[in-house]
């Protein structure tokens, strides 16, 4: 695992996954950084069963990051039909928004998307999906920190173990042919079990891992949102945000993470 600021002492389960719900600390002086979320919308639908985008803006807006992965962004089953929410997310928040629909209709688009305040490089959609399981994607990017590229991949990966661990070996091979550079893996996970064969491939391919207990809002005690860093990078503090807002309007709580670039 990565470094750790000096003022905080580790907490991790047999497996050596950091299993706290936050790591506070400051970003060690003289490197570049920024910071870093994922969220699970749940369609701008709320626990609350009402359909409200504004919501999920404000919340979006409040966790002040650089760069951020939504998953279960639009489909026109739930909300308003005809609302572009990749759209309207994006221009209520001030971001720019890359879209990764993996579901398609007439009226609505439903998947992943990125938004960023640094400039992205290029995007590249991923396809995650196998037969006879509903389709899965992520978006790949490079994107422009500093003077250098960083590599964020946001996923919403599948419900069946079998189905995660062919999405999980589909992503790191993707990584492994390059170009090498450092990378961030972040979003829905669909992993709930704290040994699970996939998070332990994950691990021994990442150097570090921020994974609190993200859902259900109700009563947060599953880790299914985390955010992965490689070599090269510090995950120098994470959280998982606890508001009135964010516990009615998805059933997911963000997770947000400070990543800072080694020299």
């Given at each position: 695992m990565a470094d750790l600021p000096d003022n905080t002492d580790t907490e991790s389960d047999a497996e050596g996954v950091d299993v706290r719900d936050e790591r506070p600390g400051e970003a060690p002086a003289g490197l570049s950084s920024f910071r870093i979320a994922t969220y699970n919308v749940h369609s701008c639908v709320g626990i609350d069963a009402k359909f409200a985008p504004s919501r999920i803006a404000a919340v979006v807006k409040a966790l002040e990051a650089d760069v951020v992965g939504l998953q279960e962004v639009g489909w026109h089953h739930r909300g308003e039909v005809g609302l572009d929410q990749f759209e309207y997310l994006a221009r209520e928040t001030g971001m720019k928004a890359w879209p990764g629909p993996t579901k398609h209709h007439e009226r609505a688009h439903y998947g992943n998307a990125l938004l960023s305040r640094l400039p992205v490089l290029e995007v590249r959609p991923m396809d995650l999906s196998l037969p006879h399981r509903e389709p899965r994607g992520a978006i790949d990017a490079d994107i422009q920190v500093?003077?250098?590229?960083?590599?964020?991949?946001?996923?919403?990966?599948?419900?069946?173990?079998?189905?995660?661990?062919?999405q999980i070996t589909r992503v790191l091979h993707t990584i492994e042919r390059g170009p090498e550079r450092p990378t961030v893996f972040m979003g829905d996970l669909n992993e709930w079990r704290p040994r699970s064969p996939r998070i332990k491939r994950l691990m021994h391919s990442f150097a570090d891992c921020a994974a609190p207990r993200s859902f259900h809002v109700r009563m947060p005690t599953l880790r299914l949102d985390r955010i992965f860093v490689s070599e090269g990078l510090v995950l120098s503090n994470y959280d998982v945000v606890k508001t009135v807002l964010t516990k009615r309007a998805s059933d997911h709580l963000p997770v947000r993470a400070t990543v800072a670039l080694k020299n």
């Open positions: 500093g003077d250098k590229v960083v590599r964020v991949i946001v996923a919403h990966l599948g419900l069946d173990p079998w189905e995660r661990n062919a």
